[in-house]
């Protein structure tokens, strides 16, 4: 399964978090200890905030531990909120429109995980999308599919209730299809100001979400006001980071974190 992690607090340069620590985004490209699949290579992407209300976004097919324009970049590009994501493909191509992060104006969206029987309810689920953003959706993941379903359930107006809606749809298509294999997934979702992130599955298997107040840079003193949420940890001190529990909707912004339980409505 993928890897990923979502920063927000004091700007800081993105290889502060991709590449200097112990267990690094980019060392679990390669070494994920806490997946199904040590090896993430099937592409890599990253999105941030700047000064403009929509978010940059660079992705390649290129495994993120062999692409020097990775680097070079994270080195440069400095922001106080940003997502990150190596990426393991559950069976669709590997392509640039199939790496995450996703974008939809000022909206950032990652994933891990996999809706089960995903080919055979695929074109029912791309009916359930608002004909008026459908033609904006680039590739062909469920990843995609699920965010742009949360962008037909109401995404501007209440992120809980997208959320609700997206799920709603595809456990109801897996049901009418009787599909019997797991939909699991560890999403996180940001508008530039929050980080919104859901641990959910059909099975009770979800995949691992934590969430941490890591100070990067320690040099420019500590920023209270930092939230790291990710797949797995940076470190092996298990004092920076707290396991957020299956089926919970977590909610972070300004230095603060809560997590809520969630209620698929099923």
């Excluded at 020097?68 to 440069?76: D, G, K, M, T, W």
């Excluded at 019997?180 to 691992?208: H, K, N, Q, V």
Aim: hydrophobic share 35%.
């Amino acid at each position: 399964m993928c890897r990923w992690i979502a920063y927000s607090g004091r700007p800081i340069y993105l290889d502060d978090a991709l590449f200097k620590p112990e267990n690094s985004l980019i060392h679990q490209s390669l070494h994920a200890s806490r997946a199904l699949t040590a090896t993430n290579g099937d592409g890599f992407g990253i999105g941030w905030y700047g000064e403009r209300q929509h978010p940059g976004l660079y992705r390649d097919v290129r495994p993120a531990w062999n692409d020097e324009n990775l680097r070079s970049v994270a080195e440069q590009v400095r922001s106080p909120l940003f997502f990150a994501h190596v990426r393991h493909s559950t069976g669709t191509a590997t392509e640039r429109s199939n790496c995450h992060p996703f974008r939809h104006g000022r909206w950032l969206f990652m994933h891990n995980g996999q809706i089960g029987g995903y080919s055979r309810i695929r074109r029912a689920l791309d009916f359930k999308i608002d004909p008026a953003i459908y033609h904006e959706r680039e590739g062909s993941t469920d990843s995609e599919a699920f965010f742009y379903l949360m962008l037909s359930h109401g995404l501007e107006g209440d992120v809980a209730v997208a959320f609700r809606g997206a799920v709603a749809d595809v456990l109801g298509e897996m049901a009418a299809a009787g599909i019997d294999e797991p939909f699991r997934m560890a999403a996180a979702l940001s508008d530039g100001e929050r980080i919104y992130a859901l641990r959910y599955s059909s099975d009770g298997r979800s995949p691992t979400l934590y969430y941490g107040h890591r100070v990067f840079a320690p040099e420019n003193g500590h920023d209270g006001s930092a939230v790291v949420v990710l797949s797995e940890p940076l470190d092996s001190d298990s004092g920076h980071w707290v396991e957020v529990p299956e089926g919970r909707f977590l909610v972070a912004g300004g230095g603060a974190v809560a997590t809520l339980p969630f209620d698929s409505g099923t």
